[in-house]
T-cell receptor
Framework: KAGVTQTPRYLIKTRGQQVTLSCSPI?????VSWYQQTPGQGLQFLFE???????NKGNFPGRFSGRQFSNSRSEMNVSTLELGDSALYLC?????????????FGPGTRLTVT | AQSVTQPDIHITVSEGASLELRCNYS??????LFWYVQSPGQGLQLLLK??????LVQGIKGFEAEFKRSQSSFNLRKPSVHWSDAAEYFC?????????FGAGTILRVKS
């Protein structure tokens, strides 16, 4: 089975722009979660989607949003980028139930905001 | 506050030596517990998980972990470390319907 794929792998954006990141889960997985990883804050949960519905949300501002499509693929969007948004954004997929928390991660998208 | 603590930021071991990475959590109930490994520039790979049952769990790459309820710990062990084990290791705990990660432990392997 193919693993979780994320596109693009690297991205450079300017402050104030917006960005969309994409994640394709493992085939058959219905839950997709997003995490932000930075050297200072570590791994932080952004949100989780299951069957096209946001099931849980972390403590991030409204500039961070996401969605999930009927084929379980997910996108996350960050608007009005700030320098502090520079991070590795990781997507993880799981079956959803009963193994909701057994998550498999993609390679991440490295976002640099200048 | 609920937290996951990995007390060691860096650990250096000789190739062939045994390894133990520590993880403590502060939640009251018995949570779901995980260990992940991350190589530079890569995503996280699931090493092993504990949901319930036998407190000693086996994972991939020769790793094992032991859940100790009395100590709120879930330490990762490997009897003989290989140079390819050099990476960053993260302990994670399910809390509030999401995974909460520790800060990570960077493992260096010297030959």
């Amino acid at each position: 089975k193919a693993g979780v794929t994320q596109t693009p792998r690297y991205l450079i954006k300017t402050r104030g722009q917006q960005v969309t990141l994409s994640c394709s889960p493992i085939s058959g997985h219905r839950s997709v979660s997003w995490y932000q990883q930075t050297p200072g804050q570590g791994l932080q949960f952004l949100f989780e989607y299951f069957s096209e519905t946001q099931r849980n949300k972390g403590n991030f501002p409204g500039r961070f949003s996401g969605r999930q499509f009927s084929n379980s693929r997910s996108e996350m969007n960050v608007s009005t980028l700030e320098l502090g948004d520079s991070a590795l954004y990781l997507c993880a997929s799981s079956l959803g139930q009963p193994n909701r928390y057994e998550q498999y991660f993609g390679p991440g998208t490295r976002l640099t905001v200048t | 506050a609920q937290s996951v603590t990995q007390p060691d930021i860096h650990i250096t071991v000789s190739e062939g030596a045994s390894l133990e990475l520590r993880c403590n959590y502060s939640y009251g109930a018995t949570p779901y517990l995980f260990w992940y490994v991350q190589s530079p520039g890569q995503g996280l790979q699931l090493l092993l998980k504990y949901f319930s049952g036998d407190t000693l769990v086996q994972g991939i790459k020769g790793f094992e972990a032991e859940f100790k309820r009395s100590q709120s710990s879930f330490n990762l062990r490997k009897p003989s470390v290989h140079w390819s084990d050099a990476a960053e290791y993260f302990c994670a705990v399910e809390y509030g319907n999401k995974l909460v990660f520790g800060a990570g432990t960077i493992l260096r392997v010297k030959s």
